[in-house]
């Protein structure tokens, strides 16, 4: 005698989200299989980041029947990250793990798509970013969640009270694993604190004195940092180290290298020199997943509105014992990222490069090496060589003519900024208003666009 076996559908789970009404769901929840078909078919999801924390954000998302996923990430597969990057074989090393992990998934999970992006996050365009429902992170460096922080405050819009415009707002889920330690935070620009409003939470940078690597070094990243900081200047007067560029890397690892020979140090690698320049600390596969788990439902909810999300940052802790708690932070109401924008009163004979020059005396802003875009528009490129060349004329014009004659509008400005004795790219958002135009009134003029 047979018997005839009923595979589990695969939204099994998901279903008892999706399909039946709960006490802690969103006012805008309306269960059903047409919300679970539209998550499906409508909603888009960028995951910034291909590694430890990626590889488990890409399988959660895949999982948890999110079917247009995006990835992006500039790195290639290194051996020493086969232990937790886990959908990373040795045959792919030196392969782009954008590609290789958006590949590995979509082999695994039926129906997905998934398109890879191998190249900076700088490198696209803010209308790129724009295109995504949410966009989760899944980063190591401080710098780039700053960026992608900026860029998700860029779009976001205010009404004339200075509320947020709904519409506008870019939801982002962060997650970032430290060893056994861990958080996942929900970020929405204009109602929650963004990245930048809570960047003190960061400890500062460990800084070695100065005398130790020229003259003393006992250490491995004391190598490494002599070879970042001394003798990068050195060789390259004038040029700046750029981080995220492998010939830079490798050059710094070379030297560190020579360094370390010199005073009989052992431990120098290329994975110790990335960590030590760009602060990154080794993560862990549990760590990981746990944070991912945390991270892919959050996601779900903010698409949904199955539950309530995040009030706002989770961290994790299982270095001695399991210890996980919720804190709610407060907005920065005076945040350059995540506010109505910087203010900006200009007479309408200036121009570009008069504008570019003033920012970096600006008081807020210190902006230096600025390229400038307005409604999407390239007015000023610092890079590639090729938009520098196109928009150089500029210059010479007068910015209100360039922003084709608008009395006050929003321009955005990408930049480099000094804090605490670090450079960084930084995006921001400025209001910028023309004194003198008819229809515009001192009160206008006073409180921004």
């Known amino acids: 005698m047979s018997h005839s076996t009923v595979q589990p559908s695969r939204s099994r789970d998901l279903d008892k989200l999706l399909l039946r009404p709960g006490n802690l769901v969103a006012p805008t929840f309306e269960p059903g299989t047409q919300l679970r078909d539209d998550l499906q078919e409508y909603v888009r999801i960028l995951v910034v980041g291909a590694g430890g924390l990626g590889c488990e954000l890409l399988k959660d998302l895949a999982l948890s029947g999110f079917k247009n996923l995006e990835v992006i990430d500039m790195d290639r597969i290194e051996v020493s990250n086969l232990n937790r990057q886990f959908l990373f074989r040795l045959e792919d090393v030196g392969k782009p793990k954008a590609e290789v992990a958006a590949k590995r998934v979509m082999e695994r999970v039926s129906g997905v798509n998934i398109v890879p992006h191998f190249c900076r996050i700088e490198d696209k365009e803010l209308d790129f970013y724009n295109d995504f429902s949410i966009i989760v992170l899944g980063l190591d460096s401080i710098e780039a969640r700053s960026y992608i922080n900026a860029v998700a ?114 431990g120098v690698t ?49 270095v001695e014992g399991l210890h996980i708690k919720v804190t709610e932070f407060v907005k920065d109401k005076d945040c350059l990222v995540c506010g109505p924008g910087v203010l900006i009163e200009l007479d309408t004979s200036v121009t570009l490069q008069k504008f570019i020059d003033m920012l970096e005396e600006h008081p807020k802003l210190f902006l230096s090496k600025a390229s400038v875009t307005h409604l999407g528009k390239n007015l000023y490129m610092q890079a590639p060589p090729v938009l520098e060349e196109m928009t150089r004329s500029n210059l010479s014009l007068p910015l209100f003519e360039l922003m084709g004659k608008v009395p006050k509008d929003v321009v955005h400005v990408t930049g480099i900024t000094s804090q605490n004795d670090s450079k960084r790219s930084c995006l921001r958002k400025l209001r910028v208003v023309f004194k003198a135009i008819d229809g515009v009134t001192d009160m206008d003029m006073a409180g921004g666009a």
């Open 153 to 266: 405050c860029s779009f976001l819009e205010y009404d004339s009270d200075d509320n947020p415009r709904e519409e506008t707002i870019k939801p982002m889920v962060d997650g970032g694993t430290e060893g056994f330690k861990g958080h996942a935070r929900v970020i929405m620009p204009g109602v929650t604190p963004c990245f930048e409003c809570t960047i003190w939470l960061f400890p500062p940078q460990v800084k070695f004195p100065l005398c130790t690597l020229a003259e003393t070094p006992r250490t491995p990243p004391h190598c490494i940092e002599y070879a970042h900081l001394i003798k990068w200047d050195e060789v390259h007067s004038g040029k700046d180290f750029d981080p995220d560029d492998p010939e830079h890397m490798t050059w710094v690892y070379t030297e560190a290298v020579k360094r370390a020979e010199l005073f009989g140090i052992q």
């Open 270 to 318: 290329y994975s110790l020199t990335q960590g030590v320049v760009k602060n990154i600390i080794p993560a862990i596969a549990s760590t990981n997943a746990i944070i991912s788990a945390a991270c892919a439902l959050e996601t779900l909810k903010i698409a949904s509105g199955c539950s309530k999300t995040l009030s706002n940052y989770l961290t994790y802790n299982g």
